[in-house]
Nanobody, 120 residues
Framework: QVQLVESGGGLVQAGGSLRLSCAAS????????MGWYRQAPGKQRELVAR???????NYADTVKGRFTISRDNAKSTMFLQMNSLKPEDTAVYYC??????????????WGQGTQVTVSS
């Protein structure tokens, strides 16, 4: 099993910044792609950004130039630096990881989510 735990969410004013973290733990053999998704009330979950183990990244158009995804492979941790936040960024943010564990083989894992609220 692999566990993902997000942290760093909270309430911030428009134009402010937050940094999210996602820590993976468990019987991990390897982690390939990691990503951040978000889900606003009444909307579908959407991709925010993702990063490969080699550091290749891609972003949703709505966050390009404002958000930066990164990871520390040695610590099995991923980050999302969010700058110039807008009210429309308000959502629950989830991390996921395509990981291989010794017990379960390869599958996608999800964290429990962290709330980000941007006030206008």
């Amino acid at each position: 099993q692999v566990q993902l735990v997000e942290s760093g969410g909270g309430l911030v004013q428009a134009g402010g910044s937050l940094r999210l973290s996602c820590a993976a733990s468990g019987n991990i053999f390897s982690i390939n792609v990691m990503g951040w998704y978000r889900q606003a009330p009444g909307k579908q979950r959407e991709l925010v950004a993702r990063i490969t183990s080699g550091g290749n990244t891609n972003y949703a158009d709505t966050v390009k130039g404002r958000f930066t995804i990164s990871r520390d492979n040695a610590k099995s941790t991923m980050f999302l630096q969010m700058n110039s936040l807008k009210p429309e960024d308000t959502a629950v943010y989830y991390c996921n990881a395509d990981a291989t564990s010794y017990a379960d083989g390869s599958r996608r894992y999800w964290g429990q989510g962290t709330q980000v609220t941007v006030s206008s």
